[in-house]
């Protein structure tokens, strides 16, 4: 009697604290991925991070660190169940062993931290350690933030891409 108590008691603590694992399926770009959760791909945009975009120095090399990270993997979600403006639900993402994807990628100077949507001092203090050490795309002569490339004409792409 006392055990069926003590499981009534802490079944629901161990299944809340289970975390659900999904697998990578797809990488779009460096900063969002596909999963398949409940049987269909759910598109991830990576939380705090933004990265280079394809056609952007670094946006090829950014795409692959993330593939290198997670593709074919089983990784779960820190998230706060909010979704942006494309439906994409907006995450960390970490795999099994506890490495944190998103961090990771501004490690390997990867990604930039997205101040605008991040108040996160963590990836703050990655990014400055990753330009010091001029690790990934800080090797770049004149990196360029991807929310300023974005804004850019399509002249002056090809101008900045030309350099």
Known sequence: MKFKFLLFLF?????????TFYKVVRIKDG?????????????????HIDTPEKKQAFGTRAKQATSNLCFGKMVSLKANAKR???QRIVAELILPNGTNVNRELVKKGMAWHYKAYSNDDSYAKLETTARKNKTGLWKDKKPMEPWK???????????????
């Open 31 to 47: 900063d969002t991925v596909c999963l398949l959760m409940n049987g269909k791909e759910e598109v991830i945009r990576l939380g």
């Open 149 to 163: 490339y974005r804004k850019l004409t399509k002249a002056e792409r090809e101008a900045y891409n030309s350099n």
């Open 11 to 19: 079944l629901p603590l161990f299944l809340f604290s289970q975390k």
């Open 84 to 86: 942006d403006r494309y």
